[in-house]
């Protein structure tokens, strides 16, 4: 799973990896309190202590799930696959990650988890990166080579 807290604002970030869940717990002295738990879009069940899991049938695994996030001062930014927009499809052989197959679009959401907007960068992205006290990010591109972009919410 991935884990990120964004001191200067005191929230902490949870999202797995195998399965779509995402929750976001604000810090209140020295306690986490849970603030924001969507509820995932996914088909499951539980039968005899297992958790069963219904998948996409054309993808054969689940398109809702964060690649890496980062926490800015006002937005939450995640970057993760979506079919529908036309994004490159994220594959794995044999647990490496095929880099010609990353996602191209960030998710802006709010503290709430409201999707505010999704920008398109045409660039595949493997990573994200915030200081968190401002609405500034970077994120790692493959272009030619690997590239360093910077990012800011609050000039678009």
């Known amino acids: 799973s991935t884990i990120k807290y ?22 209140d002295e020295n306690f986490f309190s849970l603030h924001k738990k969507p509820t995932p879009k996914v088909q499951y069940k539980i039968t005899d202590q297992q958790l069963t899991v219904s998948y996409d049938k054309e993808e054969k695994k689940y398109t809702d799930i ?5 926490l800015l001062k006002d937005y939450i930014i995640m970057v993760k696959s979506d079919p ?32 505010i907007k999704i920008l398109s960068t ?18 790692i591109g493959i272009d030619v080579d690997f590239s360093i972009y910077r990012f800011n919410i609050d000039e678009i």
């Open 6 to 27: 964004n001191k200067y604002n005191h929230y902490l970030l949870m999202s797995t990896h195998l399965f779509p869940y995402i929750s976001l717990y604000q810090k």
């Open 66 to 70: 964060p690649l890496d996030i980062a």
């Open 84 to 115: 529908k927009l036309s994004d490159m499809d994220t594959k794995s052989t044999r647990g490496i990650r095929d880099l010609g197959h990353l996602p191209t679009n960030l998710f802006m959401y709010d503290y709430d988890l409201n999707l």
């Open 122 to 139: 045409n660039i595949p992205i493997l990573r994200l990166a915030s200081e968190g006290n401002t609405n500034e990010f970077f994120f």
